[in-house]
């Protein structure tokens, strides 16, 4: 889901590093100490999950595992995605550092959009494996609306190309859905506060 450089319009890119610092700067002030591990080790997950990829067009299918980490981290998701798809620029070349705000708006603004629809339901044992399913699934749904729209908005041209990003998503998001279900599922259980909840 990295957008390559020399793609996205100048106005794009702006608004798209402008949202950046915005919630980066949201974020960093979310984490503390107690946090910090945690936002670094998602970080480094997302780093090496997203490294394997099949390139699409413009953009790339890889596992995002963004609404795990809003989820957990909240808005702290943002600092840590930024420095994860800032190494991947730098050491791998994936996305490019012009494009990198608009990236980082893309994955961490669609984890915390797909997030906040089901953080509620984790309260509830009986709602919560939906609630895991529901968040990992939007999340990326979210992402790739973002993504198309982002294509769209560069350039007409590119509908068709956005069209076929979005289906080849459609697998992510149900693969990112069982995975976000049973790792909260499993969070729930034995660190449940890590998800802000206590013992049930």
Same mark, same amino acid.
């Given at each position: 889901? #990295?957008?390559?450089? $020399?793609?996205? !319009?100048?106005?794009? /890119? &702006?608004? +798209? ?5 915005? @919630? ?16 670094a080790m998602l970080s480094a ?7 394997? #990829?099949?390139?699409? $067009?413009?953009? !790339?299918?890889?596992? /995002? &595992?963004? +609404? ?5 981290? @909240? ?32 994955? $961490? ?27 990992g699934f939007l999340s990326v ?40 279900m049973f790792i909260v599922s ?15």
């Amino acid at each position: 889901m #990295h957008l390559s450089e $020399g793609i996205v !319009s100048m106005p794009v /890119l &702006l608004a +798209g590093g402008a949202l950046t610092v915005a @919630g980066t700067i949201v974020g960093l002030k979310k984490i503390d100490e107690d946090h910090l591990m945690t936002t670094a080790m998602l970080s480094a997950t997302f780093f090496v999950a997203s490294l394997v #990829h099949v390139p699409i $067009g413009p953009g !790339s299918v890889h596992l /995002l &595992l963004n +609404g795990l980490m809003a989820l957990i981290l @909240g808005w702290a998701c943002i600092p840590a995605i930024l420095v994860a798809l800032i190494l991947q620029a730098v050491f791998f070349q994936y996305g490019g550092l012009t494009v990198l705000g608009v990236n980082v708006v893309i994955i $961490g603004g669609g984890g915390l959009l797909g997030s906040c629809c089901f953080r509620p339901l984790l309260r509830r044992p009986k709602w919560r494996k939906a609630a895991g399913f529901g968040a990992g699934f939007l999340s990326v749904a979210c992402a790739a609306l973002l993504l198309c729209a982002t294509l769209v908005t560069t350039h007409q041209d590119f509908i068709g190309t956005a069209r076929v990003v979005f289906v080849a998503h459609l697998p992510v998001m149900v693969v990112e859905g069982v995975m976000t279900m049973f790792i909260v599922s499993f969070l729930a259980k034995v660190q449940p506060e890590i998800l802000g909840l206590t013992h049930d």
